[in-house]
């Protein structure tokens, strides 16, 4: 069963920064891409970024690039989103998220099968 667990949400004032986690069993970890996606109230998921089986391959929407970053660390089968200069608009549930398959990676919500369970992220203004 592949789980994806998440950490490291919660409040922070805009300009500020939160860090999250999301660590992953289940599956061969360095075989696999991951996504991180947002949902705020009354909007559609958001593409957020994803990493790829290289660290060296990321991709961003604008609405998030360079402000977050996302990396991964192999040994502890972790993904993480860091989240730097935080906008009242960053608030939205945000998801990690696995593809259905190895050396596969996709930035619509269709494109991954296993989700984290979601954590809040409020920036207030």
């Known amino acids: 069963q592949v789980q994806l667990v998440q950490s490291g949400g919660g409040s922070v004032q805009a300009g500020g920064s939160l860090r999250l986690a999301c660590v992953v069993s289940?599956?061969?970890?360095?075989?696999?891409?991951f996504g991180w996606f947002r949902q705020a109230p009354g909007k559609e998921r958001e593409f957020v970024g994803y990493?790829?089986?290289?660290?060296?391959?990321?991709q961003y929407p604008d609405s998030v690039r360079g402000r977050f970053i996302i990396t991964r660390d192999d040994a502890k089968s972790t993904v993480y989103l860091q989240m730097n200069s935080l906008r009242f608009e960053d608030t939205a549930i945000y998801y990690c998220?696995?593809?259905?398959?190895?050396?596969?990676?996709?930035?619509?919500?269709?494109?991954?099968?296993?989700w984290g369970q979601g954590t809040q992220v409020t920036v207030s203004s």
């Open positions: 998220a696995a593809p259905a398959a190895p050396f596969r990676i996709g930035i619509n919500s269709a494109d991954f099968a296993s």
């Open positions: 289940g599956l061969t970890f360095d075989r696999y891409a």
């Open positions: 990493i790829g089986l290289n660290p060296e391959i990321t």
